[in-house]
């Protein structure tokens, strides 16, 4: 017998609780999926979906071209790969993420950063800001009990959350989130999801719903001092994510003590290539993305995670039945180490009055949201002066960059940033010494990322040139899991296509 379950229900429900969760301009359309769906009929039966943090596409082909015998070839070796993908605008880790499980981009999803401002907020408890709307929204390590502890000491401190105006109550990250998440719709079709992550901030992940995802694992990368400036470090938190993969793969929970389902969605994100590219002393060693002897190591000892992991799914006879995606949250800029120019953050406000900043996040673009919003064009003006000192190439805003302005309005979206600053090639907003690359920004170098789709039925290697953006792989999850793309509610709004040639794919394995 069919059942069927309504896509959007309680995220819908959450969605109007508050002001702050409203989508107003859009209408979202009621989707059902049949549980009883023909995914029986489609010969994957479960995706794997991983994550390398700043793997561009020209390292991914770098890296295959230079060793024929690795795994992320002998994925590619029966995959389509996307030579021209882009991630999220800004391409920070948060919208990065959930381009790649929603669908959507920060106008759908209301994430822009991990690092942000909502207008409608209130601040947390901890800050003794008091009530008055409008705040930070930082989700990092910072939220934890105890960001020394791999648990973060036993979860989120809510009093370091910033807080709905209406209840008072904190808003966790999956509160946040405007809209659904694919562990969401998997999961209401009766199969098992799991994700792991660095921080315990990437409850994001389960969606508004806040139970997107049965197994989520989150050894917190802070734990360890100096976990984001040693690339070994850095690479020991990934073993704990690889460990939990393959406790999954083998019919267990991520800890290994308990039997469960193999997840139908689950992954992970590889932090150690974004690191090596980052630290001093390694990141690449001339504009052809030549790779220092750290990223090398960071890339080789990802390359032989990976196949800890294909040889589990082997293993356990699972892999001719797994669609696995090799992608990345965001790029890293630069990768010519001769345009690098570290810049200090405070120029680029400079003669601005600092009572009209509400909030500046800056690494390689500067999101800039202003206490009052009728001073942006004279603000915009202020910058503007600082172009040469401020490295600065462009500053937009709504009000006098409408052709160019890719966001929602800023003053009835109390997300979106009132001002964005684009530096010149190669700049970073940080402190001397501290790191050589960064991410967040809407470079080349940040937003062209790796794409691969590898499925052992494809048969041989081959390569697509067309543009395409990473939140097509949400969509495309569902429709090769054979439930319906629509029923992510930021594929409604954005229009989000499934990624090309893969259709055809489906077509020749049913």
Do not use: C
Not at 154 to 177: C, E, S
Not at 413 to 441: C, F, L, M, W
Not at 448 to 468: D, E, M, R, W, Y
Request: no cysteine; proline share 6%; hydrophobic share 35%.
């Amino acid at each position: 017998m069919k059942s069927k379950i309504t896509a959007i229900g309680l995220a819908s429900s959450i969605l109007a609780l508050s002001p702050i969760f409203a989508t107003p301009s859009y209408a979202l359309k009621e989707t059902s999926i049949n549980v009883n769906s023909d995914s029986q009929h489609h010969a994957v039966q479960r995706v794997l979906l991983i994550s390398v943090d700043g793997l561009h596409a020209s390292d991914l082909a770098n890296y295959v071209k230079n060793h024929p015998h690795s795994n992320l070839a002998a994925l590619s070796n029966h995959g389509i790969t996307y030579t021209n993908a882009s991630t999220s605008k800004p391409s920070d880790s948060f919208p990065g993420l959930l381009s790649l499980v929603t669908g959507g981009s920060p106008n759908s999803t209301g994430v822009f950063y991990d690092d942000s401002y909502d207008r409608k907020l209130l601040p947390p408890i901890a800050s003794k800001a008091g009530d008055k709307p409008g705040t930070e929204v930082l989700y990092d390590e910072s939220i934890d009990n105890d960001f020394s502890k791999l648990d973060g000491g036993g979860g989120m401190n809510p009093d370091a959350l910033p807080r709905d105006p209406v209840t008072k109550k904190p808003v966790y990250p999956h509160n946040y989130l405007r809209v659904n998440t694919i562990f969401e719709v998997i999961k209401a079709a009766g199969k098992r999801t799991a994700w792991a992550d660095k921080h315990l901030a990437y409850d994001l992940v389960n969606g508004p719903s806040g139970k997107g995802v049965d197994d989520l694992y989150t050894p917190e990368i802070a734990a360890n001092g100096d976990a984001t400036t040693s690339i070994a470090s850095t690479e020991a938190n990934d073993d704990l994510k690889v460990a939990a993969l393959l406790n999954e793969i083998d019919g267990k929970d991520h800890k290994g003590t308990k039997s469960a389902p193999v997840p139908t969605i689950f992954g992970m994100n590889f932090q150690a290539v974004s690191v090596a590219q980052k630290l001093p002393g390694n990141g690449y060693t001339d504009g052809n993305g030549t790779f220092s002897n750290g990223l090398a190591e960071a890339l080789t000892h990802t390359d032989e995670s990976i196949g800890k992991i294909t040889n589990e799914l082997k293993k356990q006879h699972l892999f001719d039945s797994t669609l696995i995606i090799i992608t990345a949250k965001h790029g890293q800029s630069p990768i010519d180490p001769a345009k690098l120019k570290i810049t200090d953050k405070s120029l680029i406000t400079e003669g601005v009055p600092s009572d009209l900043i509400a909030q500046v996040t800056a690494d390689d673009v500067a999101l800039i949201w202003l206490t009052d919003q009728s001073k942006i064009d004279s603000v915009v003006a202020a910058i503007k002066k600082n172009k040469e000192k401020a490295n600065i190439k462009d500053v937009y805003s709504f009000s006098n960059s409408k052709s160019q302005w890719i966001f929602n309005n800023p003053l009835t979206d109390s997300r979106v940033p009132d001002i964005v600053v684009q530096p010149n090639e190669g700049v970073i907003y940080t402190k001397p010494g501290k790191k050589i690359a960064e991410h967040g920004g809407f470079s080349h170098d940040d937003t062209n990322v790796a794409l691969l789709v590898s499925f052992a039925g494809i048969g041989k290697a081959q390569q697509n040139t067309a543009p395409v953006q990473t939140m097509q792989v949400a969509p495309t999850i569902l429709k090769m899991l054979g439930l319906d793309p629509h029923a992510l509610q930021a594929v409604q709004i954005e229009h989000t296509q499934i990624l090309p040639g893969i259709q055809e794919v489906l077509e020749k394995k049913k």
